[in-house]
């Protein structure tokens, strides 16, 4: 089998980086970057860290609004997919690397997969909700990462090759965890403490671009008596500087790059708790049993707050302030995302 793989931003190199290790065991794999993402902290070190290989082709999309990004990466596709005519392209979550593989392959002679199908958040506000309603809608396997999502696509009408197999960031997560100390050398690094401080990360527009949501989230963080470890997106940055908050940040807050897997995931699992507005690092948390607040008022991985684990506060600062005084309870056993055998379903399923 021939697998075209398309990838392009930070978490879509951790999830690929699974299914990427098992499919070349048996199967041939072109792997093709975007280049939505190419900074090194957010490219680079990922591939570096979690083996994944170099990829055969690098867009060199880079950044530009939404049409045009999508547009250039398609552009770039459509030859592609021609050249190495795959058996199947595969497509990762909701970025728009992703959208631009799915509307390219969908309308060639090839199959698409979409992994991490059938989420939503059913706020079409945003792009990834967007990203991920069309993707599904044109995909020919549905790899599923909850019940959920599989209810949410039989609701949609799709029901047929959909495949339930948990999802791809937990089997990152149990791998990274093998290899990485239960005391990470960054917590020395940042002069920090096992399970006494906050883990904050904030990258949505929907924080970043309105002056005043990021100042009442940067308000609440640094009222804050425990240390604050935030790795800024460099789209986070720029808004800091933009709306006058980057000194105040820089001065009251651990303020650094966005650090590899390895490092981000040390933090997490050794934080008191997390401030963040990610999609995959609420799961994160979730898996590490550790307090998520969530800086929005839905979530596409609703099971993290039914479960107890995390709580969606927006950006109000009331409840930013309560959640960090009165963090959720993360649960020890629940399992809504599957076994930690995502990447080897996948495989399997597209063998068969
Ligand atoms: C993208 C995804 C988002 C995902 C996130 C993961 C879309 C619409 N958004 O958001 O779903 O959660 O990646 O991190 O696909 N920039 C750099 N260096 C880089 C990349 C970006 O400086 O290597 C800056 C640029 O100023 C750019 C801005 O960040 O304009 C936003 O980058 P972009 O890829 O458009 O969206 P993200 O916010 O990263
Ligand atoms: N991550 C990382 N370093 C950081 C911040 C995040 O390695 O400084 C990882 C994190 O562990 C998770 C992924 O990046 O696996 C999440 O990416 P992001 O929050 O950018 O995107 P989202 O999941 O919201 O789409």
Redesign the pocket.
């Known amino acids: 089998m021939r697998v075209l793989s398309v990838v392009?931003?930070?978490?879509?190199f951790v999830k690929a980086s699974v299914v990427s290790q098992e499919l070349r065991e048996h199967h041939e794999e072109i792997l093709v970057h975007t280049g939505?993402?190419?900074?090194e902290?957010?490219?680079d070190v990922f591939f570096e860290e979690l083996d994944i290989p170099e990829p055969d082709h690098n867009l060199g999309v880079?950044?530009?609004g939404?049409a045009t990004?999508t547009g250039e990466m398609m552009i770039q596709l459509e030859p592609l997919i021609t050249e190495y005519d795959p058996d199947v392209v595969l497509s990762y979550?909701?970025?728009?690397?992703?959208?631009a593989a799915s509307i390219a392959a969908s309308k060639m002679d090839t199959e698409l997969a979409h992994v991490e199908a059938g989420l939503r958040s059913f706020n079409r506000d945003?792009?990834?909700e967007v990203?991920r309603v069309l993707t599904d809608h044109v995909s020919d396997y549905l790899f599923v990462p909850s019940r959920q999502a599989v209810q949410h696509l039989e609701s949609e009408g799709i029901s047929e090759s959909v495949y339930h197999v948990g999802d791809v960031m937990y089997d990152a997560l149990l791998q990274i965890r093998e290899s990485t100390a239960d005391e990470p050398a960054v917590l020395k690094r940042l002069g920090l403490e096992p399970d006494t401080y906050v883990l904050a990360t904030v990258?949505?527009?929907r924080n970043?671009d309105d002056a005043e949501r990021l100042a009442a989230i940067v308000d609440c963080l640094c009222e804050e008596s425990r240390d604050v470890v935030f790795p800024a997106?460099?789209?986070t940055?720029?808004s800091l500087e933009e709306h006058g908050l980057r000194e105040r940040a820089e001065r009251e807050l651990t303020l650094i790059d966005p650090v590899g897997y390895g490092d981000f995931v040390g933090l997490l699992a050794n934080a008191e708790v997390i401030v963040t507005d990610?999609?995959?690092i609420q799961k994160e948390a979730f898996f590490l049993t550790v307090p998520c607040i969530t800086l929005r008022t839905e979530t596409e991985w609703p099971e993290t707050v039914e479960e107890g684990g995390n709580v969606l506060v927006g950006a109000d600062p009331t409840g930013i302030r309560e959640a960090l005084a009165a963090p959720p309870v993360s649960p020890s056993d629940a399992e809504p995302y599957g076994d930690g055998t995502a990447g080897e379903q996948i495989v399997a399923a597209l063998t068969r």
């Open positions: 392009g931003a930070r978490p879509q939505q993402h190419y900074d902290e957010l490219s880079g950044s530009a939404h990004q979550g909701d970025t728009n690397s992703t959208l945003m792009p990834e990203n990258h949505r527009p970043t997106h460099p789209r940055l720029r990610s999609g995959g």
